[in-house]
Nanobody, 121 residues
């Protein structure tokens, strides 16, 4: 059974950095498109970074230039490097894996349990 487990969340001051990890079991991540999402209380979960393939990556405007999504196939792990963190980045962060049926698309089927990131000013 496919399972994704996030780690690396925590509390950091504004301007700091964190690296989130998403370790997979029961699935080979190189076979999937991958994404990072975040959610705050009362809000919908929103995608912030998608790895459609190792050569095709997209970011939402609010994180572009500060966050980097990448995958280590040898470790079967997805990462999200977050730099220049802001208080508005505070959220629960989730990773997801899915299938790409077309260019620049990913249908996510598997989700992790989330890891909390808190950025203080």
């Amino acid at each position: 059974q496919e399972q994704l487990v996030e780690s690396g969340g925590g509390s950091v001051q504004s301007g700091g950095s964190l690296r989130l990890s998403c370790a997979a079991s029961g699935a080979t991540l190189s076979n999937y498109c991958m994404g990072w999402f975040r959610q705050t209380p009362g809000a919908e979960r929103g995608g912030i970074a998608t790895l459609y393939s190792d050569a095709n990556i997209g970011y939402t405007e609010s994180v572009e230039g500060r966050f980097t999504i990448y995958r280590d196939n040898a470790k079967n792990t997805l990462f999200l490097q977050m730099n220049s963190l802001k208080p508005e980045d505070t959220a629960m962060y989730y990773c997801a894996a899915g299938v790409s049926y077309a260019t620049d698309s990913c249908t996510f089927n598997y989700w992790g349990q989330g890891t909390q990131v808190t950025v203080s000013s």
